[in-house]
């Protein structure tokens, strides 16, 4: 059963017969490893992180697009390169837990393990581009530059 029952503390069984929370854990009998391949599983903790990394891409996108080519551009470019793939693989975890079921239940764990491999790839490209290459806003700045 990947749901349970909690009774709050101070609360009647009552008042707490609604009350279902989802345990990602017992889906895979892992800790860090099916936390993060469930990441919308701990309602409470992944909204409050997705809600987070928005208002942080809210104020990164038009800051760096204002620092480009100056010392700032790379701490803000290293902050996007977590932050959309991350508000990405949480939103998409949502995705996958409202519709993958509906096609096939057994699915859910590699599509989920298939989106981490995702995530993880779009880090580790978006980390290289800011390294080696003119970084992430320069990148998409690039497209409205014309040729040189």
């Not at 709050?8 to 099916?34: C, K, L, W």
Request: glycine residues 12%; proline residues 5%; positive net charge.
């Amino acid at each position: 059963c990947t749901a349970r029952t909690i009774r709050r503390r101070g609360q009647s069984a009552r008042a707490t017969a609604g009350a279902v929370r989802y345990n990602p854990t017992a889906m895979s009998g892992g800790g860090m490893v099916a936390r993060l391949l469930a990441a919308d599983g701990e309602v409470g903790l992944a909204v409050k992180v997705y809600h987070k990394v928005n208002l942080a891409l809210l104020g990164l996108t038009p800051v760096a697009l204002a620092v480009d080519s100056t010392a700032l551009s790379f701490p803000v470019d290293m902050g996007l390169a977590f932050a959309f793939p991350l508000h990405g693989h949480i939103g998409m975890n949502y995705v996958l837990t409202d519709y993958v079921p509906k096609i096939s239940k057994a699915a859910l764990a590699p599509a989920r393990g298939a989106l981490m491999g995702v995530t993880a790839l779009s880090i580790l490209g978006l980390v290289k581009l800011n390294l080696e290459g003119p970084g992430v806003t320069g990148t998409l700045k690039s497209l409205w530059r014309g040729a040189k």
